[in-house]
């Protein structure tokens, strides 16, 4: 059966941005299929060329927040027929039904790799197309997982640089793909880290 845990709850709240900054030893997750898995020759090392977004660009990078979610639950996924519905944004407040078994699978051959909120937070970029940027974190539950968290790229005023006009789309890309070569070069692990949850208070 899919994890009810994983399930938002009518009486849960979504976690502001707050808490991320001011919780220690927060982790992200985020799966690799395991048709995509390579190994440094030799090791058990995931090889850096299975590390790669949706895009070559960052601009929404899906992942989930490790403490109720834990490694295990990287092997459960949404059948592509059920993903409109089960993947949509969940409604706070609301109750969500179960998941049927014919809605889901489960893949054990996922592996993962694992990123630090408070590295991730902290970070401030140089200049890149005149703006400094840094990485946002936003809680985004889905039907299926109330555990969703979105890591986008925001400038010096915290706006989204997918929402700033007067930077071309150009501009966008190099902003994007300077900030995911930096989170895969010097953020991203892909050996399994400590981590502490997201206290209950934060979102209940």
Not at 39 to 58: R, V
Not at 94 to 113: M, T, W
Not at 147 to 170: A, C, G, M, Y
């Amino acid at each position: 059966m899919y994890p009810e845990y994983l399930l938002p709850k009518a009486y849960y709240h979504i976690i502001q941005a707050k808490h991320f900054a001011e919780n220690e030893d927060l982790v992200l997750i985020r799966h690799i299929e395991s048709s995509e898995v390579k190994y440094m020759e030799g090791t058990s090392i995931l090889h850096p060329d299975c590390i790669k977004f949706q895009s070559d660009h960052l601009r929404d990078l899906s992942t989930n927040l490790l403490g109720i979610f834990t490694y295990t639950d990287i092997f459960y996924g949404i059948q592509k027929e059920s993903r409109d519905e089960l993947c949509a944004l969940w409604n706070e407040g609301s109750n969500v039904r179960k998941i049927l078994p014919e809605e889901f699978f489960k893949d054990e051959g996922r592996q993962a790799y694992f990123i630090p909120v408070a590295i991730t937070l902290k970070y401030l970029s140089d200049e890149v197309q005149s703006h400094k940027w840094h990485f946002g974190l936003f809680h985004t539950p889905t039907n299926c997982n109330f555990w969703h968290v979105s890591i986008r790229v925001l400038d010096e005023n915290n706006n989204e640089v997918s929402q700033i006009e007067t930077i071309k789309n150009n501009g966008k890309k190099k902003i994007w793909k300077t900030a995911r070569d930096f989170l895969v070069s010097d953020i991203i692990s892909t050996k399994e880290l400590f981590y502490k949850p997201m206290p209950t208070e934060c979102y209940q």
